[in-house]
């Protein structure tokens, strides 16, 4: 489309006014948006802040991420979770490096092609960075086009997103396509709010119709939720000389591929000889609750191959997730919290339900976050979700080991 919308002007005019400071809206590059977008699937913009300039101050370039080892990549992403993205990062710039000479392909298919992108992200780094009129769909502007034309169905089936697509592809204008994408998704995540919708503060209200129907609290309508699964898993906590036994899991599992993590009884067997409790720890992926009892355990003949023995004091630099983290702090005694992301839609940033007063402080503490300055070695926290306190003699063992 070569024109917006009759409401076009007004949005892009409460953008210009009220669009939040952003560091990848600073110098949106096609690597800067590419990464931010990443980052921010299904993560809040107040908790991808501090990654975003880590990440950037460690791998400052496509050719810089394409040279880098998966495991400081996954370090540098370490409380983010969902760490596929992490991998497929890695993967689409070794692909960029390779197949495009270190440049970011400009095509649609080209970068729809990259391991992680798909249509709404390539759509977001092609308007943004790009200035192409390429449309996009999330949450938040599957909302706004929901209520704007009083859309019926469920936000995630298949005839629904066909029709805000098509809605979406018809309305982006040729000029500032990546601002008109922005001040959509934006608009979502600060007034038209998925429970309650601000509409006496928005710029494109006059032209809504469930406004009009007085729909705007039952748009878009309500997609049943998965019901909560509770997993119980046994992990094992083996030490000898000094060394702690980990487990490479397979990339066939179900949850975190890949990862190095504590054992679990199911992969020792016989070999392991079971001790005391240590406690428990609670994580959640997904719907997933899982609740992991630690172990004390003994080895009776020599590890199986995905098993390596690390010294203690490596132990917090394999141990990427945090559920593996919160299993280790029950006896490595790990200090604070490893970012406890709450999921949420992608640029909400718990703001939808504030006053103007508030969302100012909100951009001040945005402001601030995206100007911390700490090294990319900074080790994430770790005890959140531990339940129990280290055994007693455990605290002996290390006053012995410091009078030693």
Known sequence: MSEAPPWGA????????ERRRLPWRERPTPYRVWLSEIMLQQ???????????RF???????????????????????????????????????????????????????????????????GAILSIAFGKAVPLVDGNVARVFSRLFALRGAPRSGPFLKQV????????PAARPGDWNQALMELGALV????????????VSRWCEARRLGLQEELPESAPGKAPIDLAWSALWIEREGRVLLWRR???????????????????????TIGESLGRVRHTITHHRIVVDVRSAALSRPAPKPARWVPRAEVADR??????????ALRLHMKADASRVR????????????????????????????????????????????????????KVERRKEKRG
């Open 192 to 203: 038209c709010a998925p429970e309650t919708p601000r509409c006496a503060d928005c710029p």
């Open 319 to 328: 141990l990427v997730s945090s559920l593996w983290r919160k299993a280790a």
């Open 56 to 122: 950037l101050r460690r791998f400052p370039s496509i050719a810089g991420l394409a040279g880098a080892r998966e495991p400081e990549v996954l370090r540098l992403w370490a409380g983010l979770g969902y760490y596929s993205r992490a991998r497929n990062l890695l993967a689409a710039a070794r692909k960029i490096v390779s197949f495009h000479g270190g440049r970011f392909p400009e095509g649609f298919d080209q970068v729809l092609a990259l391991p992680g992108v798909g249509r709404y992200t390539a």
């Open 250 to 272: 397979s990339g066939a599992e179900r949850f975190l591929p890949g990862h190095w993590a504590l054992p679990e009884q199911r992969h020792l067997g016989r070999a392991a």
């Open 10 to 17: 007004a949005l892009l005019r409460w953008y210009d006014a």
């Open 165 to 172: 697509w098509e809605l979406a592809g018809a309305a982006v």
């Open 343 to 394: 999921f949420r839609g992608r640029y909400n940033g718990g703001m939808e339900k504030k006053t103007k007063e508030q969302r100012l402080k909100e951009q001040e503490r945005i402001d601030e976050a995206s100007e911390e300055s700490f090294p990319a070695s900074d080790p994430p926290s770790w005890n959140a979700g531990v339940e129990a306190e280290p055994p007693k003699t455990e």
């Open 43 to 53: 993560t809040q913009v107040s908790t991808v802040l501090p990654y975003y300039r």
